[in-house]
């Protein structure tokens, strides 16, 4: 009970530690380095839903986040709304695929489903990059200066820097309240064993869709408020591979499965890529992922619950360490 109240403290100290970040360093560049790690943790958190929760390693999640991209600088090239105006659509066209991809696709178990997501996922990044309403391989972007507050485009990036922390509140919000209800029960009882879960009784394929879907609702939104905030996106930044590999990457680093794990890989990780770009310039982004390729291997081989894992391990065995030590002392 008092590790799991150190821990709730812990955590609360972190939001008020993100919530006051952005005052304590004001610096445009700082503001920026935290709203890319908070756009990490939240598109990693919503993969964690499927991928995590529901042990569903889907690689094709840049489709969801490059829906939400599109959408909101679609509705403002046809119709001349505000980019925000499209984040319910991109919801919308993201639930859509979601089911499009999930009821044939979750027949399919372990790399069979990974394969059919990542096809899927390049299969319309070569559409997208083709099609001349959503500007080819040139991409679409937004309005070049704001007509008003409801474009939201604004000079310093502290607005952005706060809408992504909400996001990422209410995925966590969410993800909590899912591990604590029967649909989370269902989703770690098909990730331990499918077929046990199912001869239990579980809806199996209805759990998986309602966890893709919710994933990629979550996704689908957090590439929307990219869209708004950097005004532009084409077929590599909304829906390249990468995009994907990013999510599992930082998820699985922090701990899938978990909570928080997405947070502490995003913390992680995101320092680690703004380090690498600043002193290589260009080169340092084959750089990142040749480090992210090596920590994965590393969490893989030695830990692979992630460190959010290793560090519960850790203070397990101090823990045990310390009453040990008061008894052979009184023992003396």
Known sequence: ?????????????????????????????YVDVGTTLLLAAATAAAW???????GQVSVGHAMFFGAGAYLPLLVYKLWEWPPIAGLP????????????????????????????????????????????????AIGLQGPAVGRGIWDLTFRSGL??????LALL??????????QRSRLGFYLRALRASERAARSL????????????????????????LYAVKT??????????????????????????????????????????QTVTNTYFGGEGSGLTYILYGGAILL????????????VHRLRGVFANRIPASEQSRHAA
């Open 89 to 136: 659509f991109g919801i919308v066209v993201s639930l859509v695929l979601a089911v499009l991809v999930g009821m044939p696709t979750f027949r399919l178990q372990g790399h069979y489903f990974s394969m059919a997501t990542i096809a899927v996922a390049e299969l319309i990044r070569l559409l997208v990059a083709t099609a001349e309403p959503l500007g080819a």
């Open 159 to 164: 607005p952005y820097y706060y809408l992504f």
């Open 169 to 178: 509140a209410i995925v966590l919000a969410t993800s909590w309240s899912l």
């Open 1 to 29: 009970m008092r590790g799991a109240s150190l821990a709730g403290l812990g955590w609360l100290a972190l939001a008020l530690g993100a919530i006051v970040y952005p005052l304590v360093l004001p610096g445009a560049f």
């Open 231 to 272: 005004g532009f996106v084409d077929p590599e930044s909304g829906l390249g591979i990468l995009v994907s590999v990013q999510m599992i990457i930082v998820a699985a680093l922090g701990g899938a499965g978990t909570l928080f794990g997405p947070v502490l890989g995003a913390f992680i990780l995101t320092p680690l």
């Open 299 to 310: 969490i893989a081989r030695f830990e692979p619950g992630g460190v959010l894992d290793l």
């Open 48 to 54: 964690n839903i499927i991928g995590g929760y529901a």
């Open 201 to 224: 009784g579980v809806p199996v394929r209805r759990c998986k869709l309602l966890a893709l879907m919710l994933s990629a609702a979550f996704t689908s939104a957090a590439g929307s």
